[in-house]
């Protein structure tokens, strides 16, 4: 990479940091507001964003797959492709959520129950918010595909930034200045604000590609490939898919089995090593593509090695500010009552830092190989659930009638330990990769003599 390159690299992944920071902030802004609701509701309002997050698994693959294609076309005909997938893609998440009206018909009270709710609102405005965050991704990743970073940033601020202005209105008018009436700022209208949030975010990015496809483009005479888009896409979704997993499973299990009034608590300090991540988000975002163009073009770049070693400092200098600070990221966003989960803080950070890098790999991966490899990148999360499965009742039952914090370490010791496995299976993955690819480069540039004819 040449001082040039590492410049451009710096400066883009500088703003997409700046957007995502801003985000980031936004978001984190947004549990200020919400620590006002009971420690209950607001434990539920955590694990929705992470439920959100799982729900928009699916739409990862989309991303990557058109980021990927993008940024790999070279003709008319691979945009017009583009374009016909962005089309089958939105008829068929509409039909699909269509379909399954009658599942969330019938899910309504299981779902209520899991999140500690008798609010049928709160599952409606969690179903549409879940939609458009199946459609999202795919506007960013043709962004992304471009290297368009400048919109891409702004949309990625966008979803953070709306959802506080909203959250923040709904806290507004809840509330009635002279006192006469009690409070109404409830879980209800913070879904409300989030889900209207969601819908502002998918109008924008959608909005933002209009430069560079013209989507209203009569397409009936292009052949859509749709068989090689769904190869591709399943595999990716399962690839990107897994570090999100890995990143909020947690909140789930302790939101269906802990205290419902200690869930707030411990959702706070995961938020802040959540965190962690979405700082690591910007600089995959800048590497993924310039990966897969000097894949496609097959020229060799040190980016990936830039990037991990910029991660790896982001990592360590998380880990010592929670370390020698633990208490500062409590005090800034939530009140006294929260800072019982001080000793929670530097694990949760410790706990996220595998994942972290794992994240960078794992993109690797799917910027650099399209073979089915990448389904091995499921048997962590697999085994992480079972162990979930039976130890997170198994620790609740420690924190019955108090707040015990060493259950909650325990917890996060789980979470460390099933990132620390990703890390390992990821790094074994990008070194069978690597390896391939040299044997393939040996054989081309070597090929075996053609076999004689017999006489």
């Not at 790999?72 to 699909?96: C, P, S």
């Not at 909005?207 to 009936?220: A, N, P, V």
Request: charged residues 15%; contains cysteine.
């Amino acid at each position: 990479m040449t001082e040039e390159s590492k410049t451009t690299f710096l400066r883009q992944s500088g703003w997409i940091a700046l957007a995502t920071a801003i985000g980031g902030a936004a978001s984190f802004a947004v549990h200020i507001i919400a620590k006002d609701l009971p420690k209950a509701e607001y434990g539920i309002f955590t694990t929705i964003l992470q439920i959100l997050n799982l729900m928009a698994i699916p739409a990862i693959g989309i991303q990557t797959v058109v980021s990927k294609k993008i940024a790999a076309a070279k003709t008319a005909e691979d945009n017009l492709q583009i374009l016909a997938a962005e089309k089958y893609y939105k008829k068929t998440a509409m039909a699909l959520c269509l379909a399954l009206i009658p599942i969330f018909v019938l899910t309504v009270q299981p779902i209520e129950q899991s999140l500690q709710t008798n609010n049928p609102g709160v599952v409606f405005t969690l179903y549409v918010s879940g939609f458009m965050a199946l459609l999202i991704p795919c506007g960013l990743g043709v962004l992304q595909g471009k290297q368009a970073f400048y919109w891409l940033g702004i949309g990625l601020a966008s979803l953070g930034v709306s959802r506080l202005t909203l959250i923040y209105l709904m806290h507004l008018f809840s509330y009635d200045p002279a006192q006469t009436v009690e409070p109404e700022f409830t879980i209800t209208r913070v879904m409300w604000a989030l889900m209207l949030s969601y819908a502002f975010t998918f109008y924008f990015v959608w909005k933002s590609t209009f430069e560079y496809f013209d989507w209203g483009k009569i397409i009936k005479k292009v052949k859509f490939d749709w068989k090689s888009w769904v190869s591709s896409i399943l595999p990716l979704s399962i690839g990107g898919g897994t570090v999100i997993y890995l990143m909020s499973v947690d909140m789930v299990f302790v939101q269906r089995y802990f205290d419902k009034d200690q869930t707030g608590l411990y959702a706070a300090a995961g938020m802040i090593g959540r965190a962690l991540i979405f700082f690591v988000g910007p600089m995959v975002a800048v590497m993924f593509p310039k990966l897969v163009k000097s894949h496609a073009e097959q020229k060799p770049t040190d980016v990936l090695r830039f990037t991990l070693l910029l991660t790896a400092c982001l990592c360590a200098a998380a880990i010592v500010l929670g370390v020698l600070v633990p208490d500062l990221p409590l005090r800034m966003i939530y009140d006294e009552s929260f800072l019982q989960v001080t000793a929670l803080v530097p694990w949760f950070i410790a706990a996220m830092t595998p994942l972290a890098l794992a994240a960078v790999l794992v993109n690797n991966i799917l910027a650099r190989c399209t073979t089915n490899s990448v389904y091995l990148l499921l048997a962590v999360p697999i085994i992480h659930t079972c162990v979930l499965c039976v130890a997170a009742p198994q620790i609740a039952n420690q924190t019955v009638g108090t707040f015990n914090v060493h259950a909650y370490i325990s917890m996060v010791q789980l979470i460390g330990m099933g990132n620390l496995f990703f890390l390992a299976s990821t790094v074994i993955l990008n070194w069978g990769v690597t390896r391939q690819e040299k044997l393939q480069t040996i054989m081309d540039e070597n090929p075996s003599p053609d076999v004689e004819e017999e006489h």
